[in-house]
């Protein structure tokens, strides 16, 4: 069995849930290390529990927000000095930006996006969508080094509960080449890329002020709004709501898709989520098709009910 | 000063894709092939850079002459030239990047414009592994841009929000829909686009690290339930969410 680096990210310094989900994969492939960049970082004790033999913090002021310069180096040069001949990001916006800058510097191979593994330890294949998700491939990466990133809610976090000692690692010559200055949240808003629940809508809404009906929904069941292309194209929601082939891919637990017929590209981009519901008054409509119970009705008579209903059972 | 576009050749996005007689790639019937969506964001932007600080845009492409469609789509837009770097056989990022980079140091540009991702292998890498190769800087995903002399304000999109990055030339910007709104070729551009040269050259040689050992389609679901034609089908739905799927 090899030495398996993880990439342990962080947002104000608190660890995110798919490097939890991270860790615990990387087990298969050997002695796991996990490694975070960061200013302060808190709770890193706890990364044993998921599997990390080695928890280091590589530490500095400059850390504090994202820096694509300077974690890329300082990661990349640690994981040059570790040995470690498997490297794991998760395929977040931070993870997609870090790992081909980390791969380049490590002269190795990746595959990004990885939804499983086929066999263990560093001869493991991996598997991933292509054409956002019409196709998969089976890859297998030829370098000395393997880097992948892993599709977030796709592998399952486990902890035995246990902590251990975080190994901390000023850093001291950081490129601050490039950096993030400032960070604009979107209001009060969970991202589709994240949510674990997603309540999108789609043309059958008929106009973007029927939007409260869904984002309604979405409240009730502590979701995150998604849509279609269509309804993106027409200025009624933001690109960043976007699902689908040229919007987001996604696997939520639930998928609830509101007057949303189902055109190739959102399927793509969502038919991995593991329970889909359809309601769409065109019986014919495709996304029948991949939906796990569907209702053939009107968007606008179905929603508040539904709402309402969910209301209830939350409030039990 | 020049600025490079790369862009690449990759099937409509409306495009049903089957898997092909060698279980690697993709079945080429009946498949339609377009300009990478995000690459139009990348030329426009490109374009819109050339009229505010001046410059040339050279567009970019490894592959087939089939390429070559997409090259003179980006011309027609008012791109000034072309090099399309050829390769007949499959190339994966990272082989796709070295060749970038090498162009791109021949020509000596310092502003060079990727779409975020193309959509086909979804890889989105290519943009930063050609930055990292050249050691120039790297802002992906990007929805605003303004630079300034040698200084680059960049804000990308992440989760839940963007981030504001500052950096300086040479730089790689990937192009994210939401940077601009991507000018239509007018008649005259191309008309024009069929005189401008593309000039053609091997790729710089490059090994893969990355093998494709089969393709395949998602397993067809199971056909699901309809729960229901009106409101009262709202008690059952959410009990088998409840029961049956346990989501809520």
């Given at each position: 069995m090899g030495k398996v680096l993880v990439f342990v990210e962080q947002r104000n310094n608190v660890v995110k849930k798919a490097s939890y989900e991270a860790v615990t994969a990387a087990k298969k492939f050997g002695e796991v290390e996990a490694v975070c960049t960061g200013a302060n970082v808190e709770g890193l004790d706890a990364l044993a529990g998921y599997g990390a033999t080695k928890v280091t913090h590589l530490k500095s002021a400059d850390f504090e927000n994202y820096t694509p310069s300077g974690y890329a180096k300082a990661f990349a040069d640690y994981a040059k000095d570790s040995g470690a001949e498997v490297v794991l990001f998760s395929n977040t916006a931070m993870g997609k930006d870090l790992a081909p800058r980390v791969a380049v510097k490590l002269n190795a191979g990746l595959a990004v996006d990885v939804v499983s593994f086929n066999g263990d330890g560093v001869e493991a294949t991996a598997v991933r969508p292509v054409y956002a998700g019409k196709a998969l491939v089976e890859v297998k990466v030829n370098s000395a080094v393997k880097v992948y990133t892993l599709r977030p809610n796709t592998f399952a976090a486990e902890t035995d509960g246990s902590k251990g000692d975080v190994n901390v690692v000023e850093v001291s010559d950081v490129d601050l080449g490039s950096k993030v200055v400032e960070i604009k949240k979107s209001e009060g808003k969970l991202d589709v890329a994240e949510a674990d629940v997603i309540v999108s809508g789609g043309r059958g809404l008929k106009g973007p002020e029927h939007f409260n009906l869904v984002e309604a929904l979405a409240d009730s069941l502590g979701a995150a709004v998604g849509a279609s292309r269509a309804v993106v194209d027409a200025g009624w929601r933001p690109h960043s709501e976007q699902v689908g082939q040229t919007g987001k891919t996604v696997s939520p637990s639930l998928y609830v898709a509101v007057g949303i017929s189902g055109a190739i590209q959102h399927l793509a981009g969502m038919r991995s989520s593991k329970y889909i519901v359809a309601i769409n008054k065109d019986k014919d409509a495709p996304i029948f098709q991949v939906a796990d119970y569907g209702i053939v009705a009107d968007a606008f008579e179905i929603l508040p009910e539904l709402t309402n209903e969910i209301k209830k059972i939350k409030a039990e | 000063m020049k600025i490079v576009v790369c862009v690449s050749h990759v099937p409509d996005t409306a495009t049903k894709i089957n898997v092909g007689s060698d279980g690697k790639t993709i079945d080429q019937n009946g498949v339609t092939y377009v300009v990478n969506p995000y690459d139009e964001f990348a030329i426009e932007e490109a374009l819109k850079t050339k009229e505010k600080s001046g410059g040339e845009v050279v567009i970019v492409s490894v592959g087939t002459d089939k390429n070559k469609d997409t090259i003179r789509k980006a011309l027609a837009m008012g791109a000034d030239s072309a090099v399309l770097l050829k390769d007949e056989n499959y190339r994966d990022s990272f082989a796709v990047a070295k060749a970038l980079a090498e162009e791109i140091k021949a020509q000596d540009a310092r502003i060079i414009f990727f779409g975020k991702q193309s959509v086909d292998y979804d890889n989105s890498i290519t943009g930063q592994m050609t930055a990292e190769m050249l050691g120039y800087n790297c802002v992906t995903v990007v929805v605003r841009l303004e630079i300034d002399g040698d200084k680059v304000t960049a804000e990308r999109e992440i989760e839940g929000g963007k981030e504001v990055v500052e950096t300086s030339l040479p730089v790689v910007i990937t192009a994210q829909k939401g940077l601009n709104e991507p000018r239509y070729a007018s008649l005259k551009g191309i008309m024009q686009a069929k005189k401008k040269k593309i000039e053609e050259k091997d790729a710089a040689a490059a090994d893969n690290n990355l093998e494709i050992v089969k393709m395949f389609k998602p397993a067809p679901k199971a056909p699901g339930k309809i729960?229901?034609?009106?409101?009262?089908a709202v008690p059952e739905l959410v009990r088998l969410l409840r029961e049956e799927a346990k989501v809520i």
């Open positions: - | 729960v229901g034609e009106d409101v009262s």
